[in-house]
């Protein structure tokens, strides 16, 4: 197949036959499971999951791959939806907890949007598969202190373990991307590890907290936090937030929605 990618899509298509083989293996996928792969592509883990698998079904907008894939892999077991993957509601296709399985090479420009999205709707899935920009996967994987450390690793590791798996040069994809991409494991933390909070809280906490991310959390969170809270939740008011833990926002969070 020949397509000339869409630039506006972010297509850069998986074409290396040996890592294509060494994904497939670390999917590890099962006759009794139920797939979700995200953008399509060629068809490069389209074709080999298939027949693999339960069921797989496909987000894909662009309607000339769709049109091809469906013409050569005319299975019932595999269902497309051309769709903007960022307004795909998971509940249209799954209804059983922790029972969906999801992979996808990401546009590298809605990578962080479409995380945020899925994560509104973990209960469904069991374990997600995502190749990313190497930056994004090291941001999502991060320890306090370290340069990657922000908003997106707060919100990632309070949801789910992170789980870096390989790095994928540029010559992998067709057109070779200009940056290093890698390949992650996020799993949904079933039990949750953390207490519950308030999702609106938590997300304008870190996200205020990571907008002044070089200043001292007195200054940066001086919304919310008093000296007295500061001593109260026995956080340093000196402490950057790049400092701080997943556990203590949300212990910040559960203190502030008492």
């Known amino acids: 197949m020949s397509f000339t990618p869409i630039k506006k899509l972010g297509q850069h298509f998986l074409t290396d036959p040996a890592l294509i083989d060494i994904l497939i293996q670390l999917l590890c996928p099962r006759k009794n499971q139920h797939w979700l792969e995200i953008g ?41 939806h051309e769709q903007d993957v ?43 598969f995502f190749m990313l920009q ?7 994987a991060a320890n306090p202190g370290e340069k990657s450390y922000g908003r997106l690793t707060v919100h990632t590791q309070y949801y789910c373990q992170v789980i870096p798996l390989i790095d994928v040069p540029p010559h992998a994809f067709s057109p070779p991307p200009k940056v290093r991409s890698a390949f992650v494991k996020l799993i ?53 937030p790049d400092q701080l833990t997943v556990a203590e926002y949300v212990r910040i969070c559960q203190h502030l929605f008492r």
Not at 134 to 140: D, M, P, Y
Request: hydrophobic share 45%; net charge positive.
């Open 134 to 140: 190497k930056e994004v996967v090291e941001r999502l």
């Open 40 to 80: 399509a592509g060629l068809g490069a883990l389209t074709r080999p999951l298939t027949p693999l698998v339960k069921r797989l079904d496909v987000v894909e907008i662009d309607h000339r791959l769709i049109k091809t894939l469906k013409e050569t892999l005319p299975t019932p077991t595999l269902i497309f």
């Open 86 to 128: 960022l307004r795909f509601n998971l509940n249209s296709i799954a209804s059983i907890p922790r029972s969906l399985y999801i992979c996808g090479n990401l546009p590298y420009q809605i990578s962080t949007p479409l995380l945020f999205h899925i994560f509104e709707e973990l209960p469904l899935i069991h374990s997600l």
């Open 188 to 240: 949904p933390y079933s039990p949750p590890l953390y207490p519950p909070v308030d999702e609106k809280l938590f997300h304008d906490i870190i996200q205020q907290a990571f907008m002044a991310r070089r200043k001292a959390l007195r200054n940066a969170l001086k919304k919310w936090l008093s000296p007295i809270d500061f001593e109260h939740l026995a956080i340093s008011p000196q402490a950057r």
